[in-house]
């Protein structure tokens, strides 16, 4: 089929995982042209990543996943050494003149594949000083001795920021390594005074290699791997490889395991906004808040240990199922909790929206207007706290969600006010529907096998998606010849929430940057890889 | 302000007793409850840990954010974290070590005043388990925490449980 009756002809994926389509595009033209089209009809790029394909098809691929009302849209661009590119260092046109959220993937794209925009910004994003300029990780032939003081020098490296000029203006830069306890990135901050000119994040402190980690590994291995590229969001990963694996394989999960791996979604959903509200509060000087969520936390946290074997979920959703089942009494005690959670988290609702003192801290701080959120493609909770509907676990124009959530009818949470309140306002939402959501799904859990086989089906490929408890969380897949992994790229939302924090700071002060930050907490090892 | 204080008053006090023995039963607990009266003696209420995430996948930050926590009250134990590196005893480092963040670690280290410990958190930054050999080293990793600086504790798991860390900071003050 195509789409906007662009010249690129798609083919559905099948199973049950969220609407995918995969198509190709003939050259560089058709693949702008596209894009331009996906963005005059409200589209989004949702992620960007490159494959060294030249050992199976003598060529390097761009893949891009853009996201329209129907679902997603995966596109390759077979780029040929030779020609009148450059032989080394293929090029393809430049979309982040259509989509600012393309210019930090292109530029990660080249530092690990070598393929690289004809223009735009060309600096380098993940690779710091720990690897040669014209040495790229996911080439086959890129060889690279491995051990502790051979291999490349670990040089230190500069970085061109853009600077501020003008009387009284100065700069201040903050990291890699934070005053809390959080993951590392620098930030530097343009300021007169007090005032926030400009911000501008430097990250990629947390790059592992993850992607160079994934080539060779058989499926089992990937889920494990998966599970650890954002801790806090390891059951949204977990579950979009295990459907992108399973949409690869031609294997569809049986209803339980879909359920199952539901409402564990759901419950990381509530464990990650419980903790963020607390250090919400906290940040406004309102330790009160952080004690009561904490606690909620806690507990939520030790009825996961109970019943799902770990704090987090992690490991329990593989491809083909997940490897956990619950008997009556765990999905009683399930519900119960759900019950009594939601009693306190409304009692603390209340405290805190009748806290003048916290209220003046959430109100109009750092906001973004839905139209910044549309360009710069964001997903989520933050898109959504601008007053976009969009989420991939709700009905909207021409999109169906997928199963368990086409039955349960889905509620999104929306706010329009775009600040700090604004998404303390949807978390409380989304809490109180993923309470009852849980309760659905416990209550409604089909029977049968949990799990079903998943035998690797070689040369595969699939894309999954799921609604994360950030936003959308996805991972396409390439199998090889053997069935084993060729290559995988997970894409947490971060990436595009990034920028718009650099804008949601721009009205307010620097003491209110914790709080902003705090309001999306966006994760670096899930864009840093 | 009513409302609040009702809740206060109503949560009460749900610290719990400091965790039992570890599995291995390296340190029993009547030593446990000894460390407790040592790290007052040694450092009169005031071991202080500065965080550093070299390149985790932010589960272990889950579980240490958990330590203050009401139930487990690191801080009631006379231990807190510090923003700054020039004030604390400790560093708590997550792992694996990337090469990104491998100069920044080494610096923290050299702002941390002697005596100092350092405790290696997580199976990436102890190099052990199935995690450790998921993010073993390459061309953008370090490997384990050891691997860059010295450690003195290692608190493996994936993430480590709030009361494994709690054991291994005290651990590694006992070594002190």
Known sequence: MLFHAEPIEFTAQAGPGAPAWTGRAADGEDLLRFAVSVHRHGGRIAALWGDDRRREDGCFRLNCVFSLDEGHAWVTLDLRAGGANDGDCP??????????????????????????????????????????????????????????????????????????????????????????????????????????????????????????????????????????????????YAWAYATAIEAACGVAPPPRALALRALMLERERVANHLGDLGALGNDAAFAFGLTQFMRLKEDWLRLNAQLFGHRFMMDRIVPGGVVLDLDPPALRMIVEQCDALGREVKDIRSIYEEHPGLQDRFLTTGAITAELARELSLTGMAARATGIILDGRCYRQGYAPPAPYAELGVRPATDERGDVAARVAVRFDEIFESLRLIKELAVGLPDGDSRVECAPRPCGCGLGVVEGWRGEVIVGVQLDEEGRIARAHPHDPSWQIWLALEHAVLADIVPDFPLINKSFNLSYSGVDL | MIPLLKRIFRTGI??????????????????????????????????????????????????????????YNLEGCGIKFVASPRHADMLLVTGPVTKNMENALRIAYDCTPDPKLVVAVGDCGCGCGEAGRLFNENYATCGAVENVIAVDVRVPGCPPTPTALMQGILAAVKRR
Not at chain 1, 167 to 172: D, T, V
Not at chain 2, 22 to 43: F, G, S, W
């Open chain 1, 91 to 236: 090029f393809y046109p430049d979309l982040s003149g259509i989509f600012p959220a393309a210019n930090r993937m292109q530029r990660a794209t080249r530092d690990l594949v070598g393929i690289c925009c004809d223009g735009g910004d060309q600096r380098a994003w993940l690779r710091h000083g720990a690897w040669p300029e014209h040495w790229h990780p996911l080439r086959h032939d890129s060889v690279h001795e491995v051990g502790v003081g051979v291999g490349f020098p670990n040089l230190p490296s500069d970085y061109d920021f853009v600077q501020v000029g003008g009387e009284g203006a100065h700069e201040i830069p903050v990291g890699p390594i934070h005053a809390g306890i959080i993951e590392p990135g620098h930030f530097r901050f343009s300021v007169i005074g007090e005032k926030v000119l400009r911000l501008e994040q430097r990250l990629g402190y947390q790059h592992k290699g993850v992607e160079h980690r994934f080539v060779g590994t058989d499926i089992a291995a990937g889920a494990k791997l998966v599970g650890r590229v954002s801790g806090d969001s390891t059951c949204a």
């Open chain 2, 14 to 71: 749900l610290t719990e007793p400091p965790p039992p023995p570890p599995p291995a039963a390296e340190v029993p607990r009547a030593e446990i409850e000894r460390l407790n009266d040592e790290v007052l003696a040694i450092l009169g209420r005031a071991l202080t840990i500065r965080e550093v995430d070299a390149g985790s996948c932010n589960g272990c930050e889950l579980e240490i954010h958990a330590l203050n926590n009401a139930y």
